[in-house]
């Protein structure tokens, strides 16, 4: 249980950086691909990318980006603790009942309200937020120098007098057009928000989605639009090789771009791009989880042959190369990986399986 509460609170901590920029900031091509791996902290390599150049990027996410540790996930999964004093001094803590919907709930309303009080009194006690020289400031050293940002450039943008708007890009058509159930659920939770309680501190929620159909040179053009002419306060997407397409813009225009829909380890990159965040675990700590059950459940079978359909682009490439990690560094546990690549914008994948 100790651990599980570290990684709480590892949560916690990106959940309240995110909150701390936004209340102070106020069929893929071959040419999508390529344009994805120019950034400098894309994990996963273009398609056409050779092997070896594949696999030295893999090991370099895994030792500057990576998700957990393969130790530290083994340890969560087999519910180890060797922190008999943590226990010990969180014996009071809050204890959820999460065995009911009400529960979940009064549990999430719980976490929210210590987050905002955290931020709130490190705000207060000037640790937090914007300095005397227009620097962000944020948890485990976090800084955004506010003067590189455009000259026309505002934390209160998008924040209406009576509405906050967020644009949003993710894909409502084509193939992959089932997770544009994502927008539909949040905009009818907003509509909730607006309709029971009047919105967030008296402005109501305005999500502004573009359905760029997972099409990475239409996220482009719709970023382009939401940034220049949508008047927003923050954005939302989803899809790595979208996301890699347009973070670079999004930065410089210091705006926030919070909970990106991918598990891509590009994101976890507040140097360089302190101002997106993602809202899942990482697809190489993923890939740790996988190898850990296979080693766990699989025990009297190892070493095994592990096949993996991944598609041809930054999403699939990051999970192959996670994995593939994976099996180089526990030869013990996977004998051999045999990746296989199928287009995005395939109607089946009969061939591939």
């Given at each position: ?28 091509s ?34 500057d ?63 937090w ?7 962000l ?36 058509s ?56 949508a ?55 993923e ?35 996670g ?26 994948l009969?061939?591939?399986?």
């Amino acid at each position: 249980m100790g651990f599980r509460r570290k990684i709480l609170r590892l949560l916690a901590v990106l959940f309240t950086f995110a909150m701390v920029a936004a209340a102070c900031g106020g069929s893929d091509s071959d040419d999508d691909s390529s344009s994805s791996s120019d950034s400098d902290t894309a994990a996963a390599s273009s398609s056409d990318s050779s092997d070896s150049s594949d696999s030295d990027e893999a090991d370099e996410v895994e030792e500057d980006k990576g998700g957990l540790s393969q130790e530290d996930v083994e340890k969560a999964v087999a519910g180890d603790d060797d922190d008999a004093e943590e226990e010990e001094a969180d014996a009071d803590a809050y204890v959820p009942d999460r065995s009911t919907l009400d529960g979940v709930w009064a549990d999430a309303a719980h976490t929210r309200q210590v987050i905002v009080d955290k931020i709130t009194a490190k705000m207060d006690a000037g640790e937090w937020g914007i300095n005397d020289d227009n620097v962000l400031k944020g948890p485990e050293g976090f800084r955004i120098d506010l003067n590189d940002c455009p000259g026309d450039w505002s934390n209160t943008t998008g924040l209406l007098d009576d509405e906050l708007r967020v644009g949003q890009t993710t894909v409502q058509s084509g193939n992959l057009a089932a997770y544009g159930n994502i927008s539909v659920g949040w905009e009818n939770y907003w509509n909730w928000i607006n309709e029971n309680e009047g919105g967030i501190g008296g402005r109501k929620l305005k999500m502004i989605i573009k359905d760029d159909g997972y099409v990475a040179a239409q996220t482009i053009e719709f970023v382009d639009e939401l940034i220049e002419s949508a008047n927003i306060f923050a954005l939302h997407g989803l899809g790595s090789p979208n996301g890699l397409a347009v973070y670079d813009k999004i930065n410089e225009e210091c705006v926030p771009h919070l909970y990106y829909a991918s598990g891509h380890p590009a994101w976890g990159d507040p140097v360089n791009h302190p101002w997106t965040v993602s809202n899942q675990m990482s697809y190489l700590t993923e890939a740790m989880l996988w190898g850990t059950w296979i080693k766990t459940n699989l025990a009297d079978e190892l070493p095994v042959k592990v096949a993996g359909l991944v598609m041809d682009n930054d999403f699939g490439l990051a999970y192959e190369k996670g994995f593939e990690f994976y099996a180089d560094n526990n030869p013990d546990v996977v004998s051999e990986y045999l990746p296989v690549r199928h287009d995005p914008a395939a109607p089946t994948l009969t061939n591939e399986v």
